[in-house]
């Protein structure tokens, strides 16, 4: 077993500890985030107006939640995939 192996294994049981939700609401906050930046870029460009919320900026931070939660969600899966492969089996990985 390599030692990235080994620190994922350490990594990935503490992350497990957290739970699952805890993980996926951390990638939404990653989404809400990356929607705020985002809108602030447009704001730049357009120049500020009186509106800051826009439909616009609703729509991009539905999307972007969205795709976090269900990115996160997939990585959830596949690093507790890898995780029971390394702990199952050892020496193959």
């Known amino acids: 077993m390599h030692i990235h192996d080994q620190k994922f294994l350490k990594a990935w049981a503490k992350t497990q500890q957290k739970g699952r939700t805890v993980?996926?609401?951390?990638?939404?906050?990653c989404g809400?985030?990356?929607?705020?930046i985002s809108e602030a870029f447009n704001l730049f460009e357009s120049g500020f107006t009186?509106?800051?919320?826009?439909y616009k900026f609703l729509l991009r931070?539905?999307?972007?939640?969205t795709g976090s939660a269900f990115w996160w969600h997939y990585?959830?899966?596949?690093?507790?995939?890898?995780y029971n492969t390394l702990t199952n089996n050892p020496s193959s990985a």
């Open 32 to 36: 809400f985030i990356f929607a705020f």
């Open 23 to 29: 993980y996926i609401l951390k990638g939404i906050a």
């Open 61 to 65: 931070a539905c999307v972007y939640i």
């Open 75 to 82: 990585t959830w899966n596949q690093n507790c995939k890898r």
């Open 50 to 54: 009186s509106t800051y919320f826009t």
